[in-house]
T-cell receptor
Framework: EAQVTQNPRYLITVTGKKLTVTCSQNMNHEYMSWYRQDPGLGLRQIYYSMNVEVTDKGDVPEGYKVSRKEKRNFPLILESPSPNQTSLYFC?????????????FGSGTQLSVL | AQTVTQSQPEMSVQEAETVTLSCTYDTSESDYYLFWYKQPPSRQMILVIRQEAYKQQNATENRFSVNFQKAAKSFSLKISDSQLGDAAMYFCAYRVRGRDDKIIFGKGTRLHILP
């Protein structure tokens, strides 16, 4: 089954404790992206990747890191989480973003930073 | 700057009635795509419908249809015969054709279905 697998689904952590949210897709997609969703703000792009070893900042990249060492994986790293990073996070992928292909989304990670 | 505006944070509709969610966008591009995504309480993001800007004909998917007004930069979603399963957050989204960096989302409209 074609899917984007994102883990964990829920995560509670404390300020400053490094964490990684994993994202993996099995569709051989070139494009992958991370979004955060906050009430009243919609979805905002954090980072995106157009292929292996190609990543770039989105609209709200501060405090986040990503890597794309393999085509299928695109982890989101919070080196020193802070309470303002409490949010719902989504990973998404698409074959490319050239045409009108839809985005495939993971099931989301609800992160709480205490 | 390219922006997507959904002016209705919340809406309610009676079951079996019709509801229209509004979306406007700001762009200087002429060739682009527009999307509506649905997010039910399960949090899963589901593509509802999409429209290519160069196509005059409004897209339709079963009970879902759009009213695309390119000159007015408007892309509203009409849901006919509303069902309880339509209750969700709906996001309007925009992307420039040939650009491979991002899709821009609106802030969302939460739709409640009243039984």
């Amino acid at each position: 089954e074609a899917q984007v697998t994102q883990n964990p689904r829920y995560l509670i952590t404390v300020t400053g404790k490094k964490l990684t949210v994993t994202c993996s897709q099995n569709m051989n997609h070139e494009y992958m992206s991370w979004y955060r969703q906050d009430p009243g703000l919609g979805l905002r792009q954090i980072y995106y990747s157009m292929n292996v070893e190609v990543t770039d900042k989105g609209d709200v990249p501060e405090g986040y890191k990503v890597s794309r060492k393999e085509k299928r994986n695109f982890p989101l790293i919070l080196e020193s989480p802070s309470p303002n990073q409490t949010s719902l996070y989504f990973c998404a992928s698409s074959l490319t973003l050239q045409g009108w292909e839809k985005l495939f989304f993971g099931s989301g990670t609800q992160l709480s930073v205490l | 700057a390219q922006t997507v505006t959904q002016s209705q944070p919340e809406m309610s509709v009676q079951e079996a009635e019709t509801v229209t969610l509004s979306c406007t966008y700001d762009t200087s591009e002429s060739d682009y795509y527009l999307f509506w995504y649905k997010q039910p309480p399960s949090r899963q993001m589901i593509l509802v419908i999409r429209q290519e800007a160069y196509k005059q004909q409004n897209a339709t998917e079963n009970r879902f249809s759009v009213n695309f007004q390119k000159a007015a930069k408007s892309f509203s979603l009409k849901i006919s015969d509303s069902q309880l399963g339509d209750a969700a957050m709906y996001f309007c989204a925009y992307r420039v054709r040939g650009r491979d960096d991002k899709i821009i989302f609106g802030k969302g409209t939460r739709l409640h279905i009243l039984p």
